[in-house]
């Protein structure tokens, strides 16, 4: 008896298992992740700007809670980067999307690559984003960062 139910339970596990499809608008959610933190290396407003829904609710990975105009009021206040100053290169790797309609997540591993006059210091974060697409456009309305610990 058992036999015969064995290749129903082999393919219910697959289907259960088995990854999630493609997101349709995985490339999409990519480039703009990407276009993001190109800009938010470069400290530029609008990037965040364009990024942030209204409505966001960020947590950063020392457990402070931002929402839109506290994360565009600590970019502003950025003073302008003076040559040799240290700066910061923002990448992601990893991206993982799944969407859900006209909502998303993605997750990845935020790589910043801090580089001052002698030294480069590489630090890793797990990211992960929730997107609504709202007239046409996804906005990011949740965040949250956690620090990677050493490997």
């Known amino acids: 008896m058992l036999l015969l139910f064995a290749p129903a339970l082999f393919a219910l596990t697959l289907a259960t298992t088995a990854p999630a499809p493609t997101a349709p608008d995985a490339a999409v959610l990519a480039k703009l992740l990407n276009e993001f ?4 290396s470069r400290d530029d407003p609008a990037a965040h700007e364009r990024f942030w829904a209204d409505d966001v609710i960020y947590t950063g990975s020392a457990g402070r809670r931002r929402g ?6 600590d970019v502003r206040a950025t003073p302008p980067h003076e040559p040799g100053d240290p700066s910061t290169v ?8 799944q969407q859900y309609g ?8 935020l790589v910043a ?9 590489v630090a890793h ?6 997107f609504v697409k ?4 996804w906005q990011a309305v949740g965040w949250q960062a956690t620090v990677q610990p050493e490997r």
């Open 113 to 121: 690559t801090t580089t001052s006059r002698d030294s480069t210091h």
């Open 90 to 97: 923002f990448t992601a790797e990893d991206v993982r999307v």
């Open 37 to 40: 933190l190109a800009g938010a």
């Open 125 to 130: 974060y797990l990211d992960t984003g929730f």
């Open 102 to 109: 006209d909502a998303a997540l993605v997750a990845f591993r």
């Open 134 to 137: 709202r007239g046409g456009r």
């Open 68 to 73: 839109k105009s506290e994360i565009m009021s």
